[in-house]
């Protein structure tokens, strides 16, 4: 069998190429892993924000993930913009017969306020997807919606972590910090033991698509046999790094530098 190893994510599109499929793609190429993509809604987006969404009809989503899976089998699976409940069912339904890793960014509200999951996919995210989850990592706002408690500090995140395993079912889970303030900490539980990812805050408005980044890069390394923990580990330091050598390009929230960790012994290479 070929060693060569794969992951699929199932998302909304980016044409400014810093979140979403786009940002996803780029990451698993960083990581020496073979990406596919199936899209869910195309996304008129840039660095100042979304001006429309496109969803596209689930038997057309249903297709692509039949023309990945009947051919190319991922190690491992991420999602990111599942807009409508409807694809949420379907997605669900193919996922339930693989066993392979999946990993869940749960996406509701994009950086510049424009919603990107409708209303009633609260509600069918936390029963149909989570409890098929082998990692989900909200950030602060969507993990407040998911436990129904507000978060503040590491010690609420650390709760809700917690909850999202143990009630919701998930193997594990992340409560990424990039929302809260001091240094950057990052909660996974994961049924036995916290852990905690912490970096330094960069000051930078240049942050779009950093859990899209994230989650993606904690898909590639499951994808190739590591643990949960290593996972988040190289994904922490990978995003530590693409946020720190940002490429400071874009009129508003610019994406991040997904090769700023083969920076990391140069100078910092420009942008603000
Ligand atoms: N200013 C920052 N400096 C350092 N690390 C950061 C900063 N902002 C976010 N991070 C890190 O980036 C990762 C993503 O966190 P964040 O909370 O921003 O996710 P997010 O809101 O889902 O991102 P997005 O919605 O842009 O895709 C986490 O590891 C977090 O700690
Ligand atoms: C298709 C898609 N997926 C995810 C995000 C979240 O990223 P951000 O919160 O940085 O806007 C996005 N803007 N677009």
Redesign the pocket.
Known sequence: MSKVRSALTIAGTDPSGG?GIQADLKSFQEREVYGMSVVTSVVAQNTLGVTDIHNLPVSFIEKQLQSVFSDIEPNAVKTGMIATVDMMEVIAEILKKQSVHYVI?P?MV??SGHNLMEEPSRKTIRDVLIPLASVV?P??P?AEILVDFTITNTEDAKRAAKVIVEELGAKAAVV????LTGE???VLYDKQDYHF?K??????KH??????T?SAVITAELAKGKSIVEAVAI??QF??DA?HYTLGIGKGNGPTNHWGYRLKSLPNQGGE
Not at 199 to 204: C, D, G, L
Not at 207 to 212: A, L, P, R, V
């Open positions: 979140a960014d996406v994009a950086k990592t950030n602060v969507e990424k910090g990039g929302h950057a900490i990052d990812f970096s330094e805050r960069t000051n930078t942050t779009h698509g950093t859990g899209c994230f994904a922490k995003i530590t946020i």
